[in-house]
């Protein structure tokens, strides 16, 4: 029918039951009063809604763990009720570009802020820096970030990164995102002091909302120590942490890699949300991680296996 959009509607289990309800496109939007958009699913969902609760396997995760007993009922509203976001689509070529101009992006802000950071240091402070520092004073970065991209190991940042200092890797969360249906949204950041950290979420979004977005999904950031990031306001938003102890640089650069592979990858709610790509982003350091769908779920189950939970946001945190 004119003006109608035929969506299909799914009922939860999981605590107050939301409705969320499946377009034609493969959208799917909570009924939140607003008929948020929160991800996507093949269209084929849409013209199959019993898949839900046949258990339809797709890629790393059926849908139908999380909607047993759907209920499915077919209606239709107005369009501009629903529609009123979109999410960037790209083709293969398009990917490319993204993965390059965010690895680029990734670039020039680390420089940026190891800059910032030797800018504001004494004669004296410049001559004793390690790690990246040094690296950036020595103009060494560039060897050290095309060994971070591409897996290969460089004899002289080796060496610099034998000095580093111990290696974190946090799973960080937004409980306020989305709290009527208990979701939350996750991220992550790793590294050192020495080294700098490694901030990515995973989430919807496009090209023109951030400068550090890769095909709408990916964000990422750097500060130079976990001071400046728990202080900063751009991390403002999460609410709580858990840190795990790595074992040396190798485990950063195996997670920084898989964090890498995702630079252009396509958000979808249930099969690769924000949960997903954090989780999958530790498990690559070699933390035993498990992650159930909603960030506020994998929160709670793996607090007890952290080596240390807290509030993260502090903003006179030094």
């Not at 029918?1 to 499946?22: A, D, F, N, V």
């Not at 004494?122 to 020595?138: P, S």
């Not at 004899?155 to 009527?180: G, Q, W």
């Amino acid at each position: 029918m004119k003006g109608r959009t035929h969506e299909k509607w799914l009922q939860s289990r999981e605590g107050s039951k939301p409705w969320y309800c499946i377009l034609p496109n493969g959208e799917v939007r909570i009924d939140d009063g607003n008929l948020t958009l929160v991800g996507r699913v093949d269209p084929r969902y849409h013209e199959n809604p019993l898949w839900f609760v046949e258990k339809k396997t797709l890629p790393q995760r059926s849908i139908a763990e999380d909607f047993p007993g759907t209920i499915v009922v077919e209606a239709g509203v107005n369009d501009s009720a629903v529609l009123g976001e979109t999410v960037l689509e790209v083709g293969s070529e398009g990917n490319v570009d993204a993965r390059e101009a965010a690895q680029n992006a990734i670039v020039e802000h680390v420089a940026a802020r190891l800059n910032e950071r030797l800018q504001s240091m004494t004669v004296e402070e410049r001559a004793k820096a390690r790690g990246l520092l040094r690296l950036q004073r020595d103009g060494r970065l560039g060897d050290y970030l095309e060994n971070l991209f591409s897996g290969n190991n460089g004899e002289t940042v080796d060496v610099e990164m034998k000095s580093a200092d111990e290696y974190s890797i946090f799973y960080l969360i937004d409980h306020d995102f989305l709290r009527t249906v208990n979701a939350g949204h996750a991220a992550m950041i790793m590294g050192s002091d020495s080294e700098g950290w490694y901030y990515f979420s995973f989430g919807i979004g496009t090209t023109d909302k951030n400068a550090f977005t890769a095909d709408g999904n990916l964000d990422v950031d750097y500060f130079s120590s976990l001071a400046e990031a728990r202080s900063s306001e751009r991390l403002a938003r999460y609410d709580n942490y858990l840190r795990w102890n790595l074992e040396g640089a190798s485990a950063v650069r195996a997670a920084f890699r898989e964090a890498t592979d995702h630079l252009s990858a396509n958000y979808n709610i249930f099969t690769q949300n924000c949960d997903d790509i954090a989780s999958e982003i530790i498990r690559a350091s070699g933390v035993d991680l498990d992650d159930v769908w909603k960030p506020s779920h994998t929160f709670d189950k793996n607090r007890d296996d952290a080596d240390e939970s807290g509030q993260w946001y502090l903003p006179d945190f030094r």
